[in-house]
């Protein structure tokens, strides 16, 4: 699993923090890492940290929060994903179909008014 930051991919400017290059087995993982850090122990969780995904061109820091802001960063190098417990448990939820079988389809993690959008991309070709 990769883990990169891509800026301006669109006419209106928008960035992506995007998940990508994995199967069915790497989702269960970070499903796991979600559910036992963030929903379960209400710790933040560095997806740097993680020996399943190598970081490309950017640090990830899933942490709680008391509002669902999505992905911020001040830097474009360090990012921060704000979301409630209850956002955690929806990004579960939209995760859960990638556990169970090999996809090609993908899928935004959160649906906020946030100019950086979370990607959940199994087959999504390197840049």
């Known amino acids: ?3 990169d930051f891509l800026d301006e991919v669109n006419e209106y400017g928008d960035q ?3 998940l ?3 199967d069915k087995d790497e989702a269960q993982k970070f499903r796991d890492a979600v559910q036992g850090n963030l929903v379960d122990n209400s710790i933040s969780l560095d997806l740097t940290t993680l020996d399943f995904i190598e ?3 950017c ?3 899933l942490h709680l929060a008391d509002e669902d802001e999505g992905i911020l960063t001040h830097d474009h190098k360090v990012f921060f994903c704000d979301l409630t417990k209850d ?3 929806n990004m579960l ?3 859960e179909p990638f556990c169970k079988k090999d996809t090609r389809r993908s899928q935004l993690l959160y649906d906020l008014d946030n100019p950086i959008d979370f990607l959940f991309a199994p087959f999504a070709a390197s840049e």
Request: charged letters at 30%; a positive charge.
């Open 16 to 18: 992506l923090i995007r």
């Open 55 to 57: 970081p490309v061109n």
């Open 59 to 61: 640090k990830v820091i």
């Open 93 to 95: 939820r939209l995760i």
């Open 87 to 89: 956002g955690y448990r």
């Open 20 to 22: 990508y290059e994995f």
């Open 1 to 3: 699993m990769k883990l």
